[in-house]
């Protein structure tokens, strides 16, 4: 299985909001941090603050935080956020034409494989995953 790479950089970036504590941050400091294109930053952040993972503050002093406490954001619900699609193969997807699919024995163990990737993730926070300040430069903390 593989994420896209909007859900990479989605935990990319809670990691950092996780890591950096209460502070507000901005998508030019996630940028830097991650050499990432700001565009790709910027759909990512809009797609956690509409999930509420994020929030966004505007105004000249605005930036961003978490939308909670770090140990109640799950990883399982971010991915899940951030994932359009989880079919594996094609006999999972609704326009499933695969002439097998009333005998195939495939679909149960990746469907038993996909149930299993996520009841891993659902057992980790963004807090577990978070790195201590300085390991991403920052002083003060």
Do not use: W
């Amino acid at each position: 299985m593989r994420l896209n790479d909007t859900t990479d950089v989605a935990m990319r970036i809670m990691i950092y909001a996780t890591s950096i504590g209460p502070r507000l941050f901005t998508i030019d400091q996630v940028v830097e941090v991650y050499g990432l294109p700001r565009s790709t930053v910027m759909k990512v952040v809009n797609a956690l603050t509409k999930g509420q993972f994020l929030i966004a503050q505007r105004g000249r002093a605005g930036g961003l935080r978490l939308a909670r406490d770090a140990d109640a954001i799950g990883l399982g619900d971010l991915v899940r956020h951030m994932e359009t699609d989880f079919d594996l193969v094609e006999c999972m997807r609704p326009t499933n034409r695969c002439t097998i699919s009333g005998c195939c024995k495939l679909i149960s163990p990746l469907a038993e494989a996909r149930s299993a990737f996520l009841a891993t993730l659902d057992q980790y926070t963004v807090r577990d995953i978070a790195l201590a300040p300085a390991e991403f430069g920052i002083a003060g903390s």
